[in-house]
């Protein structure tokens, strides 16, 4: 890639910042976690671009833990909710008790009032209350006993499904699925990840200890907040703003996709290629950035062809093809 996208002032304090954050987060996380930094790297992406994030994998690759310890890093309040297919509304958004001491019902706020939230196993639970916390995700606020009650400003759900087990599940339609800024797959440790795994558990390290294990905040909520503002100072040059509108545009006329993705899609692409670039020190995005982040912005937005079904394909194998087919700007 040529030095084109390369504007010729320096990175701005707040990518600066933004940089610094991602250097240190990761290297208290990694205290807890072993591999998975491409993950690690795109949940802090979620963050600072202030989406949502969809983690899939199988049960045990760190799902749980990694949303745990990136919370301790960040210094953010953490509640988790384990949903099952009983989970009603109100068991996430709060609901009314009658308190016996003051005679009144009194408002008691349900877990969703947190800074991090992790949705385990979201495709558990049913429709209404999958769609009650997407309604809030998407107001960034809850509406309960006729009041309007916002979120935290640093609130972001991680939500995790598994992608083989689908017995007593309710997949989460493409509406909702489009919500979600990042899917990220989370696949099995290297060979060397996994004996570095074992080697600690023998050691004695317990991933419900992580104040045990070292891991401690790398960045205070506030200075979360203010890396958010590197966004609107990472420049994007025409030839790369084209680039992710052609690269959303091209999902909607391969053949071998019924659904492609639609604007919210583009935007969310934008943003995101914008916080990878500020977390990775630099005040430019690059069609390398928008590349690396297709796959995880894009595919979960895609709906198959009969055909593509019929001949084995997954919505990443056929984003490859479209993603090729697109010329990058140099």
Known sequence: ????????????????????????????????????????????????????????????????????????????????????????????????????????????RGPIFTDLLLADEINRAPAKTQSALLEAMQERGVSLEGRNMPLSPLFTVFATQNPVESEGTYPLPEAQLDRFLLKIDVGYPAPEEEDAILASVHRGFDAGDLARAGVGPAVTKEGLLAARTALSEVTVEPPVLAYVRKLVAATRGSSRIRLGAGPRAGVHLLLASKALAALR??????????????GPVLRHRLLLSPDAELDGATPSDVLREVVQSVEVPR
């Open 1 to 108: 890639m040529t030095s084109t996208f390369a504007p010729t002032s320096p990175a701005s304090n707040a990518v600066a910042a933004a940089h610094a954050i991602r250097e240190g987060v990761l290297s208290e996380v990694r205290k807890a976690v072993v591999g998975q930094d491409e993950p690690l790297e795109l949940m802090l992406v979620g963050l600072i671009a202030g989406g949502h994030v969809l983690l899939e994998g199988v049960p045990g690759v760190a799902k749980t833990l990694m949303a745990k310890a990136l919370s301790r890093a960040v210094s953010a309040d953490f509640k988790r909710i384990q949903f099952t297919p009983d989970l009603m509304p109100a068991d996430i958004l709060g609901t009314s008790i009658f308190d016996l001491k003051s005679q009144a019902f009194v408002l008691v």
């Open 281 to 294: 020190g630099r005040g430019f995005v690059t069609p390398d950035d928008v590349r690396f982040l297709a």
